[in-house]
């Protein structure tokens, strides 16, 4: 089921939209006490809450999670949510190289995401300043989803929570001992075998418990290879005092990165797919000619040899809950994180600016000799992120108030470092080996950021049926960066040297302002109004960074005369929750919400390479000045007793450019634009069916047409996914040695859909990439418990 509830004490919880169980039971409406946490795995069987708050935030629980897909990541499974684009071309979510992600018009890097409050950065794919869900966190572990449309809590330690944010929480672990273990098996050669052993409570409030869990498949359109191993483990100790928590998470991940297909007026040549030739060494050295040339027809969407992502990490975090007393709560978390990484493609030495490239490194000398006699070779990005910081959280409860005030520290230390290797003809590479003793390093650079929050806000209730939320939050950023390696001048299109330096922003006054009123014992009307901030990006190897920039000029420019993008959030909506009596239909659940937002300085890449290319290249960043956006989001779930449960959710989104921007002496008409990649429409379906140890569950996920350069000239049509479910619950005796057994069958894309998942946007006009969407599959699991 989808649960409605809040992250913290002073919002006190409230139902957003429509929730989806057949099966579930209605609570009475209530305010969340001040202890409240997200929904575990134990209670997710039922409603929480339908409670108070002046902003839209959705819950999705655990188990419902693992029936959209086990194993699926955490931001996919929220793609069911009003308002919500998630698209990415496999099944799980897990590949974060082809991951799109919109939501209110704000893409994925204008988002904030937080996992059990530890901040996961902006989930850039060439990450600096964290890690994806799934690397934090095993699926199976997920106890909650909390997704916040508009506008996220003042306390979301984040510093691209421009719009929304995404948080995710672990389940606690459970009050009674015992072993889960799950098998996944399904297409493609996919098999996922979960582990989890819990404790149950022992001494005086302890609980813990382990797990891990490996997962393979093959990727569906080439012999890529996705795996890797994860393990997570928790301790809590709960009594009068407080609440102790420690966590560690280790994740060794492996996914197989796509080639996404160039397309613009004048490519002739567009396949669906671009397949890598690896393990296929012989066919790859046949695809080239002598000299070490792709085949002509083939133009832009050549084919490589390999490509994937590697990542490991370490996150361990240690949280204290100190109840004072009791209208006083004060949390402190202290939390590190380690990243050691690597994305690794290797390509024909021939295909856009590579012979430049190699040329400038190895003058006058034969390249295909000197890069190992294969036409092909190899470069990495090799990541490296070490960063701590500590959130602290005092809440007090005044008469009818309830006031938090709260603070986040966190230091960065990141780097990026492209580097070129042979690939021998005679002993070619793997993808999944770090390869060693490069050719050479293209560049290197190095990034240290110190980010300090601060907030307060009041949640005032003059009246029983009214809330009143006040606060602001500060948000300061100190980054400095330095370049140890240097490319040779022309080595790196669109660059003469990347920049070294300081920049510190500071916005000291980011002020919210929201309303509550209990309209009637079933209706509640909200309004919200919120002033948000993205800091810039501190990363040294592309995106909106001005540490990615072609020149030191540039750089310099860029900090006189940039600032970084705002944003005002208004939302205002009406929330119903009611029981019927109307035959068969017995309870309606809804929400209908209007958002505006006035967005300001906001800033695009341009690829300096149309479509991008291997070769790289410095960042181009546009600053396009305003944009606007108006929406509408709207919700309703019909439940027809505990059987059954009928879920639609409608979004409108119109996010239009409010001016021109310049490229050199060129005017680029983006003005009356639509943000490119994100869909004018969404319609999402759900459908569940409860009969006894049977349940069935369809879904079906319309996504409208999406834009596909900034001027709107290219653009890619709307499509329909769906997918199912159905699970058998096998009887069990309750004093027996398995305690629970189920099966369960998924298939996703049951209608064998073709067309664009993801849109890649990084060209004014002509020219765009797109991935494919991924075919029918099905996955068989069977979950046991002892």
Known sequence: MILYTTRRACLTGVAAAALLAGNAVAAPAADIPAAAAPADAETAETIVVTGKTTRSVTQIAGPE?????????????????????????????????????????????????????????????????????????????????????????????????????????????????????????????????????????????????????????????????QGGYQANAKFVHDDADGKLTLYAAYSDKTE???????????????????????????????????????????????????????????????????????????????????????????????????????????????????????????????????????????????????????????????????????????????????????????????????????????????????????????????????????????????????????ITTKKWFLPQLGLLWDATPTEQVFVNAQRNLRQFQTYGAGGLSPWSLGSQAAFDLFKDQVDPETAWTYEAGLRTRRPVALGPLTGIEGQINYYHVDFKDRLLGVNAVPGGSIAGGAAIIQNVGSVKTDGVDAALTLRFGQSFSLYNALSYNRSIYQDNYQSGTTTVPTEGKKVPGSPTWLNKTVATLSLGPVDVQAIGDYVGKRFATYTNDQAVPSYFLASARIGYTIPMSPTGFVQKAEVSVNVTNLTKETGTSTVSVGSASLTYNTFPIAPRQWFATLSVGF
């Open 65 to 225: 999670i693992q029936k959209i897909l086990p194993g699926i990541n955490p931001l996919k499974a929220i793609q069911t949510l009003p308002g919500v684009t998630f698209v990415t071309a496999d099944p799980w979510g897990n590949n974060e190289q082809n991951t799109s992600l919109f939501i209110h018009g704000f893409n994925a890097q204008q988002l904030g995401y937080t996992f059990d409050g530890v901040p996961l950065g902006d989930q850039n794919y060439g990450n600096y300043n964290g890690l994806s869900p799934q690397r934090a966190v095993i699926s199976e572990n997920v106890g909650s989803v909390i997704l916040s449309t508009g506008a996220a809590d003042l306390g979301t330690p984040s510093t691209s929570n421009l719009g929304g944010a995404i948080e995710t929480f672990s389940s606690d672990p459970r009050s009674e001992g015992g072993l889960a273990v799950a098998q996944t098996i399904g297409s493609y050669d996919t098999s996922r075998t979960f582990v989890r052993l819990d404790s149950g409570t022992f001494g005086n409030g302890n609980s813990l418990y382990i797990s891990g869990v490996r997962q393979k498949a093959r990727a569906w359109d080439f012999n890529g290879r």
């Open 256 to 502: 197989p990165n796509e080639d996404s297909t160039v397309r613009s007026p004048t490519t002739t040549f567009q396949p669906y797919t671009r397949p890598f030739f690896y393990p296929d060494f012989a066919s790859a050295l046949t695809y080239l000619s002598a000299t070490g040339a792709t085949p002509a027809a083939d133009g832009v969407n050549y084919r490589n040899y390999y490509s994937a992502a590697i990542r490991t990490d370490y996150l361990a975090y240690a949280k204290y809950d100190w109840a004072i007393a009791d209208n006083v709560t004060w949390s402190n978390q202290g939390y590190y994180h380690n990243n050691d990484g690597y994305g690794v493609v290797a390509g024909p030495i021939t295909v856009a600016s590579l012979p430049t490239l190699f040329a400038l490194y190895f003058p006058g000398q034969n390249l295909k000799v000197q890069t190992g006699n294969s036409g092909y070779a190899t470069r990495t990005t090799e990541y490296r992120i070490d960063r701590a910081g500590v959130i602290s959280t005092l809440d007090v409860e005044l008469g009818n108030h309830r006031i938090e005030l709260g603070g986040w520290y966190e230091n960065n230390s990141s780097s990026a470092y492209r580097r070129w290797y042979a690939l021998d003809v005679n002993n070619p590479s793997t993808p999944y080996e770090r390869p060693t003793n490069p050719l050479f390093t293209q560049y290197g650079s190095e990034i240290r950021n110190d980010v300090y929050q601060f907030h307060i806000q009041d949640a005032w209730k003059p009246i029983p049926t009214l809330t009143v939320q006040a606060g602001f939050k500060s948000s300061l950023q100190f980054g400095k960066g330095t370049v140890p390696v240097q490319p040779i001048v022309g080595s790196l299109p669109g660059s003469i040297g990347l920049p070294e330096g300081r």
